[in-house]
Structures are given as C-alpha cells and as structure tokens.
C-alpha cells in the first residue's frame, strides 16, 4: 500500500518560504518518479513539478519555475518541495504524489498540508 504522508504547510505572508516535506512508505520509493501537485477548494489539482527517480532530472509549471524547487533523499524515501517568494496565488493544499501521471490515480497521493500566503 502506498502510503505518502505530507508535512511543513503554514501560514505565511507574501514573500517569505517554506519547505514541504513528503515522507513515503510502501512502495520502492527510489524506482519511481515523484510529483508534487496543489488544489484550491473549487479548482482541478494542478501539477507543479516532478521529479526522476534518481533525482537528475526536475520539471516545473511555469506558474512556479524559478521560485519553487524538488528534491528527495532516496535514502531516507523522501521528497520535498522548497517554496520561495509566496503569493496569495500559492495558497492551496499541496500533495505528493508517485510518479509524473499517475499522481492522479487514486490512492497516488497524500492527504496534504495546506499553504495559506496572506498579509
């Protein structure tokens, strides 16, 4: 069973940072792609970047390029997502999930850790 468990969400002001963290549990974390993927009550998930399974390669949406950044530890079956220069745009619960598409498939994904970007 795939288990993703989400950490690090907040409440923040316009600017500041924060680092998400994604532990995971039964599955080979370190021979598959992850993603990390966000949703505003009312809005379709959005994906916002992923990852290869060895770490060399990452993908972003241009709604974050430059201010968000992957990683994971495969040593330690984790993922996480550096979040720099927060907007109000940024607030939405953010998910992991396994691989590139199949984030999207049910039990894929986390339960999430919400981002609130306020004044």
């Known amino acids: 069973e795939v288990v993703l468990v989400e950490s690090g969400g907040g409440s923040v002001q316009p600017g500041e940072s924060l680092t998400l963290s994604c532990a995971a549990s039964?599955?080979?974390?370190?021979?598959?792609?992850m993603s990390w993927v966000r949703q505003v009550p009312g809005k379709e998930l959005e994906w916002i970047s992923s990852i290869t399974e060895d770490g060399s390669k990452t993908y972003y949406a241009d709604s974050v390029e430059g201010r968000f950044t992957i990683s994971r530890d495969n040593a330690k079956n984790m993922l996480y997502l550096q979040l720099n220069s927060l907007t109000s745009e940024d607030t939405a619960m953010y998910y992991c999930?396994?691989?590139?598409?199949?984030?999207?498939?049910?039990?894929?994904r986390g339960q999430g850790t919400q981002v609130t970007v306020s004044i």
């Open positions: 999930g396994k691989g590139i598409t199949t984030w999207s498939l049910p039990g894929n």
């Open positions: 039964g599955f080979t974390f370190s021979a598959y792609s």
